[in-house]
C-alpha cells in the first residue's frame, strides 16, 4: 500500500482515506503513508473533560448510513475531481460509487464474498494495481 500511495503521489493524485473506523486510529495509518491528515475522513471519538469515553461525534458524515458517499461527493464538489476511484474491502465501500466513479474491492485483509461477486475488478494485493500504473 505505501509503494501506492507514494507512485499516486508522484503523479500529482491525492489520495483519501475513508473510513468508518476512528480518527485517531486512521491518521496514524495515513501519517505512515504520507498522506495528509487533512485528507482522512473518519468518525471522532469524544470524551468528557473527566477523560471519560462520550461517544462518538454523530455530525461526521461517516457515522451514518451512506456516509462515505457522501464524503465523495464533498471531495467532488471541493476538488473538481473529473474521476473519484474508490477501493475497499467492504459493502460500504462499494455503496460510495455512484458518487464514486470506480470501485476497486480489495480481498488482501479479509475476503468479503458480496464484494468480490459484486466488484467489476476485485485484487488481492497491491501489486496487480502497481502494474497497471505502469503500462
Given amino acids: 500500500l ?5 507512485r499516486l503521489h508522484q ?6 482515506l475513508v473510513s468508518g473506523g476512528f480518527q485517531s486510529i486512521v491518521e496514524h495509518v495515513a501519517l505512515q503513508l ?3 491528515t487533512a485528507n482522512v ?7 468528557y473533560f ?4 462520550a461517544g462518538f461525534d454523530e455530525t461526521q458524515p461517516t457515522a451514518e448510513s451512506g456516509g462515505k458517499g457522501k464524503v465523495i461527493t464533498h471531495l467532488k464538489e471541493q476538488f473538481h475531481f473529473k474521476k473519484v476511484v474508490m477501493i475497499g474491502d467492504g459493502a460500504t465501500d462499494m455503496e460510495a460509487c ?4 470506480c470501485f476497486i474491492g480489495f480481498g488482501g485483509n479479509v475476503v468479503r464474498k458480496q464484494v468480490k461477486e459484486k466488484a467489476k ?6 501489486d496487480e494495481l502497481l502494474k497497471e500504473l505502469e503500462e
Fill in 2 to 6: 505505501r509503494e501506492l500511495v507514494s
Fill in 11 to 16: 503523479r500529482g493524485v491525492q489520495v483519501f
Fill in 34 to 36: 504520507n498522506i495528509p
Fill in 41 to 47: 475522513f473518519a468518525n471522532r471519538l469524544k470524551f
Fill in 50 to 53: 473527566n477523560g471519560e469515553y
Fill in 98 to 101: 455512484p458518487p464514486g466513479d
Fill in 121 to 126: 475488478w476485485y485484487i488481492t494485493h497491491f
